[in-house]
Nanobody
Framework: QVQLVESGGGLVQPGGSLRLSCAASGFTFSTYAMSWYRQAPGKERELVAAITTAGGSTNYADSVNGRFTISRDNAKKTVYLQMNSLKPEDTAVYYC?????????????WGQGTQVTVSS
């Protein structure tokens, strides 16, 4: 019963901030790289941010680099996305993703998503 449950989405004004959380259960969280993806209306799903298993390395999409920060707490089995200086173009459904590679096979889990709307 693998679960990834996102929370923290909502409506925020341009320039504001939100902190998304993704609580994991049903798998060995500390062995999975974690990522946040988003999908805006009429657009393809895109990778927003990623973090390695122990949090030692992070990667960001150019569009959010410098504004967003991904982090994880393996003891709490939770990954976070701090979003600052939000823009209307950040409006999307944000999805939590867990991934690992084992013997040449990729294992991936997805959350149901949380809506982020940036509007005045």
């Amino acid at each position: 019963q693998v679960q990834l449950v996102e929370s923290g989405g909502g409506l925020v004004q341009p320039g504001g901030s939100l902190r998304l959380s993704c609580a994991a259960s049903g798998f060995t969280f500390s062995t999975y790289a974690m990522s946040w993806y988003r999908q805006a209306p009429g657009k393809e799903r895109e990778l927003v941010a990623a973090i390695t298993t122990a949090g030692g390395s992070t990667n960001y999409a150019d569009s959010v680099n410098g504004r967003f920060t991904i982090s994880r707490d393996n003891a709490k089995k939770t990954v976070y996305l701090q979003m600052n200086s939000l823009k209307p173009e950040d409006t999307a459904v944000y999805y939590c993703n867990a991934q690992k590679l084992r013997f040449g096979v990729t294992y991936t889990y997805w959350g149901q998503g949380t809506q982020v709307t940036v509007s005045s």
